[in-house]
């Protein structure tokens, strides 16, 4: 994998994963939210910046 094609990673993985993370709040499923979290850190580190505030965020709006 080069350097080049893992660029694309991020946008795609960002977009993807919002949708999902988006679906199984409504759900309530929180506990599936964080397989796929990890399934997508997976294919680059780079989601871990974008995704981990949204999921803390998302368990505090949760919370209250």
Not at 11 to 34: D, K, P, Q, Y
Not at 50 to 63: D, E, K, R
Request: no cysteine; proline share 3%; hydrophobic share 55%.
């Amino acid at each position: 994998m080069t350097r080049r094609s893992t660029s694309f990673f991020p946008f795609f993985g960002l977009l993807g994963s919002l949708v999902l993370w988006r679906a199984e709040i409504m759900n309530g499923r929180r506990g599936s939210t964080m397989v796929t979290l990890f399934l997508l850190v997976l294919h680059t580190e780079y989601l871990v910046i974008f995704l981990f505030p949204l999921y803390v965020l998302s368990i505090f709006l949760s919370a209250r």
